[in-house]
Each structure stands twice: as C-alpha cells, then as structure tokens.
C-alpha cells in the first residue's frame, strides 16, 4: 500500500478535512441538528477514534466526511479534493476512489467467498482484481487459510476482519469505522482495533473509527469527543484511564469496557 505516492506525497498530508459541518436530519417538523458546526484536520497516517454519548452525532459525521450522506452546510475534503456535491454518480465516484468504510454488521455477500468478497470494491471500479494482492491482506489479517470460505463459516471476528481486508485493498485515502466491533466479543474487538492500528503503522493508513471501548480507543494516536454534534474535547496519545474518566464526565452511559 505504500507504492501509492500521489496519495501520500509527504508525511504532512492532509487526509481529512471538514469546514464547520452542519447535518439537519428530517424535516420542518421534525427537524434534529445532528453536526453543528464541525471542524476538524486529519494527517495522513493518523488513526483517529471518535466517542461520545449515543445520539451525539458520531454516525452521521462519519457518514458525512464519507460521502455516503451530504451535509447541510459546510465542506468536506479528502485528500485534499472536496467532496463533490449534486449528482449521485459523482458521490458514487469519490467514494470509491477515496473512502473505505467498515460497517458494524460486516456487510459482506453471503453468496461470495472471502476472497471474492475482498476482490469485489475493486471489480466494481472496473479494475482487474488483484487476487495475488487480496490475498496477501487476508493473510496478514490472519485469514491466508480461510480463501475460499463463505461468510456464514467464519466467526464474527473473521468476518469482521475480511471487511477490513476488503476495504484495505482498495487503498482508501481514508478508512471509516463505525462501531466496527459492537458485534464482536471484547477480545475479537481488541484484536480488530488492533489490525486496523497496524494498517496505520506499517502502511500509512489513515484510519477514523467510532468505539465506545476506552481500551480499543487506546489504540488511536488522538480521540475525539463528540456531544450534542460538536467536538467538545480532545485527547493525544491516549490512555484508556483517561478515555474511561473523560467518558464518564460526558454521561456516557452505553460505554462496554
Ligand atoms: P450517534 O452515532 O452518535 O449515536 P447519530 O449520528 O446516529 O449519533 O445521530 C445524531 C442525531 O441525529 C440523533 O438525534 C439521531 O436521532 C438523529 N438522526 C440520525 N440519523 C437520522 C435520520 N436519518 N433522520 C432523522 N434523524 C436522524
Ligand atoms: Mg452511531
């Protein structure tokens, strides 16, 4: 993933950018400012966690900063590009070439095997699909013995493990994660968090996630709080302790552990 020079030019490139993104959901009567006013910068290589209260907004920005949603006001741009408003083919379009984005129900197809499920965003951008490639990203993702498996014969920390396979492929400029191990058992979810951290150590990935375990938050290099739809704090190189007591003083009453 690191032969991609135009996408990491230098180490201070800019991955992510949002210029004070408002989202209101619904209409008149029942309208919700879901982001008022988000701002924020995002290094290449950087592995951001997002947490705050359910409800907050952690969703809806990274559906935003995505593209798979518009926002009301405000701009977004991934590496360095602005996310193109108006035409769905155009939203379509810069989402596959920029942006990865792991679900918390895995999303994979039932009917394909786990590598033809890795293979698929890239067949789906028209390109011919490196298998030798996807291979390799299953295998470090400790899946080299699982190739032709469906979905439904893994366990939910495969599964799990072959979506972020599949999006790495695709050398996104960003990963998005939303909830990525709600589903799983602590130990699969830390050893998720862990993987998709070893994306940004050894290849340059950017990576954003949304959890609400302190422990697998630890493993970000910066988390971000969210609440009523604004960043409302801010932690570099974090601690779980200090995830946990900051969490605990913003009413986070749905937090695992
Ligand atoms: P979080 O992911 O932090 O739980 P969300 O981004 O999902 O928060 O939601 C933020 C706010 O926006 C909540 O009040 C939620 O009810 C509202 N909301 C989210 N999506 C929609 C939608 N599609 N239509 C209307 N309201 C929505
Ligand atoms: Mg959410």
Redesign the pocket.
């Known amino acids: 993933m690191i032969d991609n020079h135009s996408r990491f030019a230098n180490d201070s490139a800019e991955a992510l950018r949002l210029e004070n993104v408002r989202k209101v959901?619904?209409a008149d009567g029942?309208r919700?400012v879901?982001l008022d006013g988000v701002s924020l910068a995002l290094r290449a290589g950087s592995f951001t966690a997002v947490m705050?209260?359910?409800?907050?907004?952690?969703?809806?920005?990274l559906?935003c900063a995505a593209g798979l949603d518009q926002p009301t006001d405000g701009r977004v741009f991934v590496a360095g590009a602005p996310l193109a408003g108006g035409s769905e083919t155009a939203l379509t379009k810069f989402r596959r070439e920029r942006v990865g984005f792991i679900f918390q129900q895995f999303n994979l197809l039932p009917m394909l095997t786990v590598l033809q499920n890795t293979t698929l965003p890239l067949r789906l951008a028209g390109q011919k699909p490196d298998e030798g490639k996807a291979a390799a990203v299953l295998a470090r993702l400790g899946l080299g013995d699982r190739l032709g498996r469906l979905p439904s014969e893994l366990s939910g920390g495969q599964q799990q493990r072959v979506a972020i396979a599949r999006a790495l492929v695709a050398e996104p400029a960003v990963l998005f994660a939303?909830e990525p191990t709600g589903a799983l058992d602590s130990r699969s979810a830390r050893e998720v968090l862990g993987l998709l951290a070893e994306a940004v150590r050894r290849d340059g990935q950017t990576v954003v996630v949304?959890t609400h375990d302190p422990v697998a938050a630890s493993y970000a290099d910066a988390v971000l709080f969210?609440a009523d739809?604004r960043i409302v704090d801010r932690i570099a190189a974090p601690t779980a302790e200090a995830v946990a007591e900051r969490m605990t003083h913003l009413g986070d009453d749905d937090a695992e552990h």
Do not use: N
């Open positions: 959901h619904g029942s919700v879901a705050g209260p359910s409800g907050s907004g952690k969703s809806t920005l559906q939303d949304v969210l739809g």
